[in-house]
């Protein structure tokens, strides 16, 4: 087996480059044959998968986040390479969202390299999105509205850690503004006055937002999870129910399932794929069945 593995050095509060070398250690340990890079900037994973020679290796493992995931999902969509090999995912990151629902976690680390040498896979269900400027591809969620919001004011006030977002749900309730949303889900429309809207396929969202309980990241369908028009005390009291999964039973909130997805917002929002500030509505939303083989 050969491996070509993918560290992101700032990934998990910077802690990421310290992991690079242990876990090429481990990759000794075990006689895995590996090549190892690390990601210099943003978007240098997309880079680097894009161009890599599939034919080479017999997989790909990347340590790091959801957004390092993200980096090379969509750089592994854009590789020309005729073999198509299953990547592995080191959860080393702040969020490792889809990492939770192959039931890999950063404190136990070592399992998802025990899950790559022992080569068992799965194919999991992947989102991909156009809009008028771009597409993209996505693992974990695509957000909209007031998530989106948050994750903007957060990322503004990284240096905080975990307290930007403290910072930013609250900054944004008092600027609470709801907004028009349209949406075609497998045909059928509808209307809206919503708050956000999160498209998952897998069912947390950060570290602790259980977001899509409902979510199966094998069953060829994306979750919308939808809130709809509140008030900001009403905001504030609904929030705490995404720890739980409870939100999903809220009379604010709704939950569909689907293949195709169409959104148009007024005014146009920016996007939150994976967790990256990525693009802009209106966009449309394809569930690509099975399409990624993982190591689990």
């Known amino acids: 087996m050969k491996i070509f593995y993918l560290n992101n050095p700032a990934s998990g509060n910077k802690n990421g480059a310290k992991y690079f070398s242990l876990i090429n250690k481990e990759f000794d340990k075990r006689n895995i044959e590996y090549e190892s890079v690390q990601t210099e900037y943003a978007g240098h994973g997309t880079e680097i998968i894009k161009h890599l020679t599939f034919e080479k290796y017999d997989g790909i493992a990347v340590s790091g986040g959801d957004g390092t995931l993200f980096e090379t999902i969509n750089g592994y969509f854009a590789n020309k390479s005729s073999k198509r090999i299953p990547v592995g995912v080191i959860p080393i990151g702040r969020g490792n969202a889809f990492a939770r629902d192959l039931d890999l976690h950063p404190e136990k ?166 967790g990256q500030l990525i693009g802009n509505t209106p966009i449309e939303i394809e569930c690509l069945s099975r399409k990624l083989e993982v190591f689990i």
């Open 109 to 274: 680390w070592q399992e998802a390299i025990t899950a790559i040498a022992n080569g068992k896979t799965k194919k999991v269900d992947v989102g991909f999105c156009k809009t008028p400027q771009e597409q993209f591809y996505f693992i974990n969620i695509l957000g909209l509205g007031f998530v989106t919001d948050v994750a903007s004011t957060a990322f503004k006030l990284r240096a905080l850690g975990h307290f930007s977002y403290i910072l930013g749900v609250l900054y944004r309730t008092i600027s609470l503004k709801p907004f028009s949303l349209r949406m075609e889900i497998d045909g059928k429309k509808i209307e809206r006055e919503n708050v956000f809207a999160e498209i998952s396929n897998t069912r947390y969202t950060g570290k602790d937002f259980f977001m899509a309980p409902n979510a199966v990241i094998d069953d060829g369908l994306l979750d919308v999870i939808l809130l709809n028009k509140l008030t900001r005390i009403r905001l504030l009291q609904c929030l705490p129910k995404i720890f739980t999964g409870e939100h999903v039973k809220l009379k604010e909130v709704e939950c569909f399932k689907a293949r195709k997805i169409k959104v148009v917002a007024s005014p146009p929002k920016i996007l939150t794929p994976d």
